[in-house]
């Protein structure tokens, strides 16, 4: 049995030149770019199958290379630079993820596209790792779950602002300025991280072996489990959120971006209320959280016939999505010991897991001919699922604790 770490707290020789809020500003931006940059992508599909001859099944290519890059990057880059500084991390991974945007940008072949994609996944996960720790060092240990809940708002903020916003550019300049904006906004992430953060080494001890331990943890698994199957559900419903609201709610396509606002207000509110509640207690949070997504998934059947009733619920399904986030982040980072940029990169890998698992169980349910709505229940089956593995690991840990 291997002890858990301690909690993160605060190191007075962490503290940011300019203040804690501009510290957690540059990180958050960092959130943003990457949001920005893999959700928008998604809207511009038509234009880039258009623009290099390809049909828009075989242009969604180009998503599935992102989330492989996510799901690669995470523990290799974790593992690999676990001796390099905190803050020359996340200076180097923005900087690799812009000069990939701006490879795609000037992609000339389908083939190009998707492997230019595919590198700008790969900093994906360990950023959100590192930047996590780093936000979690800046304050007191009973805050750290808030701090990296306000640090994932930029990842909430993307779908109401920088997705949108990216979205008309594409179609205004051609889909490559885009990704024109994406890696800019991703300069613009490492120059405010190296002047906001103090240099930050790596622990004494840490090295590549030492974080590859995180995978012989049972806890490290199970956690994981618990995003990649209970986050699962939102995207069951989300990827196929446009003709619901159409087919079902009677929405015509212009709304339908409103909406979709009205799930990133939800999962602003959400990131902030999971970082409030984790603190209070991290499984028990998990748990709540899992609870109110098959809540909210479950009521996706009742509520999708009636507009006003679906764009409410919708605002929950954000909610109570995002609110997943900090307890899981703060709980792989509390029970990491040595291997903490590896499990708390890890998460975002689960979470990219979820994302294909959900689409596509989604997909089946409709293919087989049972409605649009019908992805509710999947995703609440999910979360149903997520809040098992929670079941499994609260037992575990609480006779490993008594061993």
Request: net charge positive.
């Amino acid at each position: 049995m291997h002890a858990a770490s301690p909690p993160i707290t605060a190191d007075s020789s962490n503290t940011p030149p300019h203040g804690t809020a501009l510290a957690e500003l540059a990180l958050a931006l960092g959130g943003f770019a990457l949001g920005t940059g893999e959700f928008a992508s998604m809207g511009l599909l038509p234009d880039v199958a258009r623009d290099v001859h390809v049909s828009i099944p075989v242009a969604g290519h180009m998503i599935s290379a992102y989330a492989l890059g996510v799901v690669i990057g995470a523990p290799v880059l974790a593992a690999v630079f676990a001796r390099a500084g905190r803050r020359a991390m996340l200076v180097g991974l923005m900087v690799f993820f812009a000069c990939a945007n701006g490879l795609c940008a000037v992609a000339s072949s389908y083939g190009l596209i998707v492997a230019a994609r595919f590198l700008a996944g790969l900093p994906h996960g360990a950023y959100f790792g590192i930047a996590s720790l780093v936000a979690a060092s800046l304050v007191p240990a009973d805050k750290r779950a808030q701090a990296v809940a306000r640090m994932m708002l930029g990842l909430s903020c993307a779908n109401i602002v920088g997705v949108p916003f990216a979205t008309w550019v594409g179609q205004a300049a051609g889909w490559r300025a885009a990704f024109v904006v994406v890696a800019a906004i991703g300069v613009a992430t490492a120059v405010l991280c190296r002047l906001m953060l103090r240099p930050m080494p790596a622990p004494d001890n840490t090295s590549p072996l030492t974080e590859l331990g995180a995978l012989r943890r049972g806890q490290v698994w199970l956690t994981l489990g618990i995003a990649a199957i209970g986050f699962g559900g939102v995207f069951a419903v989300y990827s196929y959120i446009t003709p619901m609201l159409t087919q079902v709610s009677g929405m015509t396509e212009a709304h339908v971006p409103l909406v979709l606002s009205v799930i990133g207000a939800g999962m602003v509110a959400g990131s902030l209320f999971g970082g409030w509640l984790a603190d209070r207690g991290v499984m028990r949070a998990i748990a709540i959280t899992l609870v109110l997504n098959i809540v909210t998934l479950g009521l996706v059947m009742i509520t999708a016939h009636s507009v006003l009733l679906v764009t409410i619920n919708m605002f929950f399904v954000g909610f109570a999505a995002l609110s997943m986030g900090p307890p899981l982040q703060t709980r792989l980072m509390d029970i990491a010991a040595d291997a903490q940029a590896l499990a708390a990169s890890l998460n975002h890998s689960a979470f990219n897991t979820a994302n294909a698992l959900g689409a596509w169980l989604g997909g089946v349910a409709i293919a087989s001919g049972l409605g649009w709505t019908s992805t509710g229940p999947i995703g609440a089956l999910l979360a149903a699922g997520g809040l098992a593995i929670w079941f499994v690991a609260w037992h575990t840990g609480r006779h490993g604790r008594a061993a």
